[in-house]
């Protein structure tokens, strides 16, 4: 029992992380090419744009980084036996992440949201380049310690420790890298499904003054989508074809030739994630070829304000397959889930789950609140030089 609520209990949390985790880092990969944008024409349309959905994102950053500290402090309540174990290789990445990656978001960050406007256009590019950065560094240390849990290599046993035997190996993992890129790739998808839909809204609903911007931010967009989107099924085969000899078992529970509860949950979720993929490719390419119709149809507009949870359940699903299908394996044919789990009373779980799903519950509801109100608000009048905090 007490390992299926420990196991609940971290579904639960990484996937309210991961309302915010792809969102930011697809979000300021858009916000990027607009100041490229900006910084190489001088048009200050793009810099509007910026500046808008910046205050999105900076939004659902703060979220994101209170959410991943919740996460993290399971590992010590929920995860001795893995801590303990693991922690020398484990614990390097995430010490890396700190010390490096957030260390970056968080200065420049901070420098975005109280003098963005004050900064020549270098400045701004080179600020927005460096939060990129910052989140792809970010990214890059959390999926190279993941990418041990399905690929342990660099480490080795020594007594009841894992003990890190070449850094650079578990750094240079493939899957991990493979698991990068695919998993940036998706978030890029989302932030032009988000894009799009907000849009959308605005199109609909927003002030006249505004909508010329919009369109050019729709049509970015979907652009990006397209791009994205046609990108993941050839990263997708590629990944695919790395892992068959590496994890037959979760080959295996993919193409249904294993059989159960847990192997029918993969199955399902791969054929969801992939058919989501192929609708996607469907629904960029129609609103690039038939963009003036999305324009000028208020019922298109409509639809696309409703298909941001869609890109979300294709993330989640992708999650559930890379994670559920090494059961029964916390660390790859080397520690099973039951051997990592901590040893306390199942009521003890059973108050963190429920006193964490309250949490999440306020979280989520303050997010959400913020982040339509600024949606809804609209582009800011900031040439004073004073920025919208």
């Known amino acids: 029992m007490i390992e299926i609520l420990s196991r609940v209990q971290f579904a639960f949390t990484i996937a309210f992380h991961f309302i915010f985790v792809p969102l930011t880092v697809g979000l300021i990969i858009m916000i990027l090419i607009f100041e490229i944008r900006y910084y190489r024409k001088g048009d200050e349309r793009f810099k509007k744009l910026s500046n808008y959905f910046s205050d999105i994102f900076l939004i659902n950053y703060a979220f994101g980084i209170v959410t991943g500290i919740a996460m993290t402090i399971q590992f010590g309540t929920n995860w001795a036996g893995y801590s303990y174990a693991m922690g020398e290789v484990f614990g390097s990445p995430l010490i890396l992440e700190a010390i490096i990656a957030f260390f970056l978001e968080s200065t420049f960050n901070g420098i975005w949201l109280f003098r963005r406007n004050r900064l020549s256009k270098k400045l701004r590019l080179t600020t927005v380049s460096m939060i990129t950065l910052g989140t792809t560094l970010s990214a890059l240390w959390i999926i190279t310690a993941n990418g041990f849990m399905q690929n342990p290599v660099g480490a080795m046993w020594v007594g009841d420790r894992m003990i890190i035997t070449n850094f650079l190996d578990i750094v240079l993992n493939p899957y991990a890298w493979y698991m990068l890129i695919h998993n940036h790739t998706s978030a890029i998808v989302l932030s032009g499904f988000v894009v799009l839909a907000i849009s959308s809204w605005h199109l609909l609903y927003g002030k006249e003054k505004d909508k010329e911007l919009f369109i050019i931010s729709a049509k970015y967009a979907a652009w990006i989508l397209l791009i994205s989107a046609i990108l993941m099924p050839i990263i997708g085969n590629s990944y695919m074809n790395f892992l068959t000899p590496l994890q037959p078992g ?8 294993a059989s159960g509860g847990l192997e029918t949950v993969v199955r399902i979720a791969f054929g969801v994630m992939v058919g989501l993929g192929s609708i996607f490719i469907l629904i960029s390419l129609y609103t690039v070829v038939f963009f003036k ?4 149809s208020p019922t298109l507009q409509k639809y696309y304000m409703y298909l941001v949870p869609l890109p979300y359940i294709a993330i989640i699903t992708g999650w559930m397959v890379t994670e559920m299908g090494r059961q029964p394996w916390i660390i790859y044919d080397i520690m099973r889930v039951s051997d990592g ?6 009521n003890q779980v059973w108050f963190s789950i429920i ?12 997010d959400y609140a913020l982040t339509i109100t600024r949606i809804k608000k609209g582009i800011i009048d ?8």
């Open 382 to 389: 900031e040439t004073g030089g004073e920025d919208n905090v």
């Open 355 to 366: 006193s964490i799903t309250i949490f999440y519950a306020i979280l989520f509801v303050m």
């Open 250 to 257: 979760k080959i295996d529970m993919i193409t249904g030739a």
């Open 341 to 346: 789990i901590s040893d306390v009373p199942v």
């Open 293 to 296: 119709r999305f324009i000028e």
